[in-house]
């Protein structure tokens, strides 16, 4: 949560904001202008949650000024998590679908190929080909060779996803916001769809 100015940190506890939907995990903390609150996850990622924040208690820059709540920020909650994968499964013998925690793109094209890769325990999987699909919340991979060619069970293969190295190219769940592009992850296991 952003302020127009320093904020004192001797004012600021765990009762000083409400956020729709959300438990407050331990202490806010303060740095400046900006206070951080950490929130107890759902069930599932939720990358796309832009819950309301209520200052309900008081807050005091340095110099004694005071605000008190309730108060609603003058700016609604902006999405700046990235997305995350959820899971994957194969669709054919040289196809993996990949579900994420939210809608993603990339500029409005598939992501490049080389930022994925397959893995399983008896080595390096088949490569991802230029075919690399994006609709709503799914990423289709086509591969150039049979997924269970690894000789190893598909639960215990991964799905790696590296950083693009230029920022524009990296997957993310809005076409403007660069700061929610999909951090590096891996994904374990590989269920079986066809």
């Known amino acids: 949560?952003?302020?127009?100015?320093?904020?004192?940190?001797?004012?600021?506890?765990?009762?000083?904001?409400?956020?729709?939907?959300?438990?407050?995990?331990?202490?806010?903390?303060?740095?400046?202008?900006?206070?951080?609150?950490?929130?107890?996850e759902g069930l599932g990622p939720d990358t796309c949650a832009t819950p309301a924040v209520t200052l309900i208690g008081s807050v005091q820059d340095n110099q004694g000024n005071e605000l008190s709540g309730p108060l609603l920020p003058a700016t609604p909650a902006a999405d700046g998590a990235a997305p995350v994968m959820i899971s994957a499964v194969t669709r054919s013998v040289n196809t993996i679908e990949i579900t994420y925690s939210e809608t993603v793109m990339n500029n409005n094209a598939a992501p490049t190929q080389y930022v994925f890769d397959i893995d399983g325990p008896g080595g390096t999987g088949p490569a991802v080909t230029n075919a690399v699909a994006v609709s709503v919340k799914?990423?289709?991979?086509?591969?150039?060779?049979?997924?269970?060619?690894?000789?190893?069970?598909?639960?215990?293969?991964?799905?790696?996803?590296?950083?693009?190295?230029?920022?524009?190219?990296?997957?993310?769940?809005?076409?403007?916001?660069?700061?929610?592009?999909?951090?590096?992850?891996?994904?374990?296991?590989?269920?079986?769809?066809?």
């Open 138 to 194: 799914r990423v289709t991979l086509t591969l150039t060779a049979n997924v269970l060619s690894t000789g190893a069970p598909l639960s215990a293969a991964t799905i790696t996803y590296t950083e693009h190295t230029t920022a524009a190219n990296r997957t993310r769940d809005t076409a403007t916001d660069r700061n929610d592009a999909h951090s590096p992850q891996t994904l374990r296991g590989i269920g079986s769809g066809f």
């Open 1 to 40: 949560i952003r302020f127009s100015e320093e904020v004192s940190a001797l004012w600021v506890n765990n009762g000083t904001f409400h956020v729709a939907g959300y438990d407050i995990d331990g202490f806010p903390w303060v740095s400046g202008d900006t206070v951080t609150i950490s929130l107890r």
